[in-house]
């Protein structure tokens, strides 16, 4: 029988695991520059861990409080912002969004051809609300590089580093086709961009002062924004680009960053910068029903709403996707109204439960929420992409493993 402790029903020694994995296969032999790791369970937090360099060129190490590009994980902080929204009865889901945003009302769909020379079908219906929340509009990523649709998007630089703001983006985005008719498959894209314009619209406050105001103040949030502060950039990670050979280069200096400076386009998909504390307080709200410290973000069955699969029949990603990228391996994934959530366990081929949900981001971050085992685990690292490695599925392993009651 083990001696080690036991915190909220998780073996202490188990957990330790985790920092010799990751040591042992990323840290020391050079594949990661670092790894912060939090695992909470029954509302506290039972493992935390800062391991590595958080800055390789200047030799600073990562702590807890280092600032990281949380990118995709942006996208749940949007898609709750804009459910707050769907809660006053600013819109309903199944609005078409032409009605938000006239330029829309005409959208057509890729048939042939290239940029600039497009030959296009209407779609079968309009695009809605849902259809943004679930990544089933039409819309695509530039760095997808899989159609002549995100050439497309390459080619006009929708990427939010080239001058644009949400309201070109918008505009941009009205004159290209959709890779297809809204409703009629996944994939993501810059949707959730689109969603934080909407927030923006509806509210009429930039989407940063919405997100501080209905978000990060009531949560408690101090570390988590669209640039940096000045006197937080000590605290900010370098951000690094996978290399062949397993190796990693400088991909974005913390100081030089274009985080470092107010820009025009705050993307809801994946513009934020923020550290494993903060991101915990919006994860425990979520696993709170939608509550933390006696302020509320958004309501239980809202929550309870967005948590469900809302891909057609219930089916999983496999059956829908067009195959492209995404922060969450296909198999046994449903998608939700700003989450995957998981369906089918033994399909997905990692331990978990079902109804698990969470995200990532471009840079590995990523979390997950267990409301089966009362489970919170937040990972961040900041390696470019996120599929360098497979430490996902198994620091999802590793915790798991851990659970003893």
């Known amino acids: 029988m083990s001696d080690s402790p036991i915190i909220a029903g998780m073996d202490l020694q188990r957990l330790n695991r985790i920092a010799e994995h990751m040591d042992r296969k990323y840290l020391a032999p050079g594949k990661l520059p670092c790894a912060v790791t939090l695992v909470a369970r029954h509302g506290q937090v039972v493992w935390q861990q800062a391991q590595g360099l958080m800055d390789v060129e200047r030799a600073q190490p990562a702590t807890t409080d280092t600032l990281f590009r949380i990118y995709s994980m942006t996208k749940p902080i949007t898609s709750i912002a804009l459910m707050q929204l769907y809660e006053q009865g600013r819109f309903l889901l199944d609005d078409p969004?032409?009605?938000?945003i006239p330029s829309w009302r005409n959208l057509q769909v890729y048939k042939s051809g290239v940029y600039p020379q497009f030959v296009t079908t209407p779609a079968a219906r309009p695009m809605t609300i849902r259809d943004l929340l679930t990544h089933q509009a039409g819309l695509s990523y530039g760095f997808s590089c899989r159609t002549n649709v995100d050439a497309a998007y390459r080619e006009r630089q929708l990427d939010g580093h080239s001058g644009l703001t949400l309201e070109s983006?918008?505009?941009?985005?009205s004159r290209l086709p959709l890779e297809f008719s809204p409703g009629s498959a996944w994939n993501y894209s810059l949707a959730t961009d689109v969603c934080g314009y909407l927030v923006q619209l509806l509210s009429g406050k930039p989407l940063d002062d919405y997100f501080t105001e209905h978000v990060f103040q009531p949560l408690g949030m101090q570390d988590s924004f669209f640039t940096v502060p000045a006197s937080k950039l000590s605290r900010f990670a370098a951000c690094y680009q996978y290399q062949d050979g397993d190796s990693f280069s400088l991909q974005d200096d913390p100081q030089s960053s274009h985080f470092s400076r107010r820009h025009g386009y705050l993307s809801g998909g994946g513009g934020l910068v923020s550290s494993i504390g903060d991101y915990y307080r919006f994860a425990q709200a979520?696993?709170?029903?939608?509550?933390?410290?006696?302020?509320?973000?958004?309501?239980?069955?809202?929550?309870?709403?967005?948590?469900?699969?809302?891909?057609?029949?219930?089916?999983?990603?496999?059956?829908?996707?067009?195959?492209?990228?995404?922060?969450?391996?296909?198999e046994g994934s449903g998608f939700g109204l700003g989450f995957a959530v998981k369906t089918d366990i033994a399909k997905s081929q990692t331990i978990g439960s079902p109804g698990e949900y969470g995200w990532g981001g471009m840079a590995g971050t990523t979390f997950f929420i267990d409301p089966v085992e009362d489970l919170i685990v937040i990972f961040m690292t900041q390696l470019i992409p996120s599929s360098s490695y497979q430490v996902r599925q198994e620091l999802r392993a590793l915790v798991n493993a851990a659970l003893v009651d």
């Open 97 to 100: 969004v032409h009605k938000y």
């Open 169 to 173: 983006l918008i505009d941009e985005l």
């Open 286 to 330: 979520l696993a709170r029903g939608g509550e933390l410290d006696g302020a509320r973000i958004i309501g239980r069955k809202t929550l309870e709403f967005m948590r469900l699969n809302h891909l057609p029949g219930n089916t999983d990603l496999p059956s829908v996707s067009t195959g492209g990228f995404s922060e969450t391996p296909y």
